[in-house]
């Protein structure tokens, strides 16, 4: 095997988490003035691609959705919420946005209080952290594949990263950075579980969340491609369980868009548990409209334009291939769409409006790791110090980021959570080996 160079903190994955932690652990070991003889970097960060960030610069559809003004515990999930809420607490949406400011990016605060920055491009993001890391003295190691973490007898004791090709980075501290199993193009692979499952951590059940979901494809094949502004309500069985508002985008295999990306998690979560659990999207395509008022412009516009055709009926309303869905999903009995609206029954303009209002399409499942933004579930987190964030099952070893048990929702959330848990795991584990040396 080949060494590298000793340091102080080695960090493993260079996402949002990583890079983050890497900062805040450097800066924190050149404040305390330790004398680093013997150690040639204070702090490393391992990355297995070609370089750091790459899913970075893909959230928020490459505009980075930093943060979130409205940030709390109820928007994440997870085992322990009382676990987010502590650490929220350690590094807020106030610091996210001061530490970024530091760097020299300014913020804009945009609708549903997403914070991106002010040029709406990740890549100044991603600029701006590496020349951060880069000045506060952290040396990045890119297509550093890591395969085993030893534990490494002797005075200073400490870990052993080991790469698949048997090149090694030893340091007094470690934190695991790796994500989870969401978007594997980016490199997320689910490799830190098996990292920290020989020191005998665990996992809760992993699934997709943020991701588009699978439904029956009778309606929406034929409306590929067109969004609207509406409601999604989740129902499961006989509970309405959640609803989200937003675009909405119909699929050729069932709907997506951020309204159906906020409901994905709890879909996921359901049908892992009970594949057969009757699962249904309902969606308001006119939630400025109410249910009565609506019936009654329906009925008005029937008594005057009675020779228009019903394909043409809805127009106004809703999309032009929508309106023709849903008049001819509304009739009593099959009609050509070039029939006149007089024909329309009082019965097919009511459930004209109904499904104008509430219309059911049934979920068969989400699409998979590939196209999920984040993991649901995670390494159990009270293995874990809440305060530190390190293992309680292995000493000066850390974690941050995605491959805890927690994520949040769309939204900013989890890239809030990647910054607080980097700050925490960082500092931390920085004072661990700084404490350790001095002893």
């Known amino acids: 095997m080949t060494g590298l160079p000793n340091c102080l903190v080695a960090v493993v994955g260079g ?18 003035g330790v004398d680093k003889s013997g150690i040639a ?5 391992l990355e297995k691609s070609d370089r750091v960030g790459r899913k970075l610069l893909a959230t928020g559809n490459g505009r980075c959705n930093l943060s979130n003004q409205f940030m709390t515990p109820d928007h994440f999930h997870g085992q322990d919420r009382q676990f987010v809420e502590a650490l929220l607490g350690r590094f807020s949406v106030n610091d996210t946005l001061e530490f970024f400011l530091s760097l020299g990016l300014d913020c804009r605060i945009e609708g549903n209080g997403r914070i991106y920055p002010y040029s709406l491009q990740s890549t100044a993001v991603l600029d701006l952290l590496r020349r951060a890391a880069a000045r506060s003295g952290v040396e990045t190691i890119s297509h550093f594949d890591v395969e085993d973490i030893v534990v490494v007898d002797g005075t200073d ?6 790469a698949v090709d048997g090149r ?6 470690s934190i695991v950075a790796t994500g989870g199993m969401a978007a594997p193009a980016f490199g997320c692979d689910g490799t830190g579980y098996f990292l920290l499952n020989k020191f005998g951590h665990v996992c809760t059940p992993l699934f997709p969340a943020i991701v ?3 439904t029956d494809t009778e309606l929406v094949r034929g409306l590929a491609g067109i969004k609207f502004e509406g409601i999604a309500g989740l129902r499961i069985g006989s509970r309405m369980a959640k609803t989200a508002s937003g675009e909405i985008l119909f699929t050729d295999y069932g709907l997506s868009g951020p309204a159906i990306l906020d409901l994905a998690r709890e879909i996921g979560g359901v049908l892992q548990m009970d594949p057969a659990e009757q699962v249904f999207i309902e969606l308001d395509l006119l939630p400025d409209m109410e249910y009565q008022r609506l019936l009654t412009w329906l009925k008005k516009r029937r008594g005057l334009d009675p020779d228009l055709e019903l394909s043409g009926f809805l127009t106004g309303l809703v999309h032009k291939k929508i309106g023709q869905a849903i008049v001819k999903r509304s009739l009593e009995k099959p009609l050509p769409l070039t029939r006149p609206a007089a024909e329309l029954t009082e019965r097919s303009l009511t459930r004209t409006a109904h499904f104008l209002k509430k219309l059911s399409i049934r979920v068969t499942g989400t699409r998979g790791w590939a196209q999920a933004q984040v993991t649901a579930g995670g390494l159990k987190t009270d293995q874990f110090n809440h305060s530190t964030l390190e293992s309680k099952l292995q000493p000066g070893l850390f974690v941050a980021g995605e491959i805890l048990d927690v994520d949040g929702d769309c939204g900013g959330y989890n890239l809030q959570w990647a910054w607080t848990t980097g700050y925490v795991a960082g500092k931390s ?11």
């Open 212 to 214: 588009q979901i699978k």
């Open 157 to 162: 004791g400490g870990f052993r990263m080991v």
């Open 429 to 439: 584990a920085a004072l661990s080996a700084i404490g350790a040396r001095r002893s």
């Open 41 to 45: 970097v204070p702090v490393v960060l």
């Open 168 to 173: 090694f980075v030893s340091a007094r501290t």
């Open 15 to 32: 996402g949002a988490a990583g890079m983050m932690a890497a900062i805040v652990a450097a800066r924190t070991i050149a404040t305390a």
